[in-house]
């Protein structure tokens, strides 16, 4: 396999593969794709538009609220790992954004905070965060 450092150099990029920067690559290209069309709804549909995506995008880290005082030296209390988790679990919205166009109480609203909540998980993908261990500890 090819390593990054043999590609690019430089300490900082010492031990990364190739196939690691290419996931970092495709979620960051997610991300993009995500928030433009975010930015598309917001543009169509207005201020609550806007208010539901940032809303969403910032509301999964709020379950590292929960247990918090377990937590600590950058690990989730436990109580807090399986909420952690599924909030940062992109099948959930993508099921819900899926099932949007056939729900008769769908506000476009609330279409551009699913926008937001998945371009939050491939912004914490991009830059290497992941679901977290039973401990709270980040997975390998």
């Known amino acids: 396999m090819v390593q990054h450092s043999a590609v690019m150099g430089g300490a900082a990029t010492q031990g990364r593969s190739l196939l690691w920067w290419t996931a970092r690559a495709g979620w960051a290209a997610l991300w993009a794709f995500y928030a433009a069309f975010a930015g598309l709804e917001v543009w169509n549909h207005g201020v609550l538009a806007l208010v539901m995506a940032v809303a969403f995008f910032v509301a999964p880290d709020f379950m590292m609220v929960i247990d918090s005082r377990n937590g600590g030296q950058g690990k989730l209390g436990p109580r807090a790992v399986p909420f952690y988790n599924a909030a940062h679990r992109s099948a959930i919205p993508l099921?819900?954004?899926?099932?949007?166009?056939?729900?008769?109480?769908?506000?476009?609203?609330?279409?551009?905070?699913?926008?937001?909540?998945?371009?939050?998980?491939?912004?914490?993908?991009?830059?290497?965060?992941?679901?977290?261990?039973?401990?709270?500890?980040?997975?390998?």
């Open 95 to 140: 099921a819900l954004a899926v099932a949007f166009p056939f729900s008769p109480l769908a506000p476009p609203a609330v279409f551009a905070g699913l926008l937001g909540w998945l371009g939050h998980i491939a912004l914490d993908r991009t830059f290497g965060y992941g679901l977290r261990a039973a401990d709270g500890s980040r997975r390998g």
